[in-house]
């Protein structure tokens, strides 16, 4: 199996993610803008900005020239940061929508289409904000794009055997709380090993899961 492919690997979700898919025995490629391979013992790593298309287009080609057509893409990459509709900036707004939005698309515009002519695979978005916050403006804007991205995607792609999904976090991510991030990762290997029968298309975690 050629492995996971996960864009966003920062030390919270990414890492928990890419840890408990190579317990698996799948390899592991990591895009981030750092660059880091989590600490992950041959995991393969990639530097991109999720906001420039073509640093992101190259660090997918580096990627999947590698590891081959993945079994599994996670896009974890997300700006997260308070913002009020009373401070709304426009170039701000769209900096923050290109990473959360537009870098899951252009992920997916990338990859999605050889893993549906091979007839399988997973494509896993990170979602949040079950309820948008007026204090996160770009933040609730942007999971609610990633919801109707994985609606499309799955309209798409998921005829060709692609299993299009989101995992939506209702909290701050934190080791030792009800977000620990080891615990959130749990989901991730669950949708990708669902039978195509059972697929579910959004996984919520709140403090009751």
């Known amino acids: 199996m050629p492995g996971a492919l996960i864009i966003g690997a920062g030390p919270g979700i990414g890492r928990s993610v890419a840890h408990r898919f190579a317990r698996e025995r799948l390899r592991v490629a990591l895009v981030s803008r750092t660059g880091s391979t989590l600490d992950l013992e041959g995991a393969s790593a990639y530097r991109a900005d999720c906001a420039d298309e073509d640093e992101l287009r190259a660090a997918l080609d580096a990627a999947v020239g590698e590891l081959g057509t993945p079994d599994v893409v996670v896009y974890n990459a997300a700006i997260i940061r308070p913002d009020s509709p009373g401070e709304a900036n426009a170039r701000a707004q769209l900096d923050a929508w290109a990473v959360n939005v537009v870098g899951a698309l252009v992920t997916a515009a990338h990859v999605v289409p050889a893993m549906a002519r ?92």
């Open 118 to 209: 091979r007839g399988n695979g997973t494509f896993l978005v990170t979602g949040g904000m079950p309820q948008p916050k007026a204090q996160y403006v770009s933040l609730s804007l942007g999971k609610a794009g990633v919801r109707t991205l994985v609606a499309m995607l799955d309209e798409e792609y998921g005829p060709s055997g692609i299993h299009v999904a989101s995992v939506t976090v209702a909290g701050p991510v934190a080791p030792g709380t009800a977000f620990a991030p080891d615990d959130i990762a749990e989901h991730y290997w669950h949708l990708h090993t669902q039978p195509r029968a059972q697929w579910q298309h959004e996984v919520l975690h709140s403090d009751d899961s």
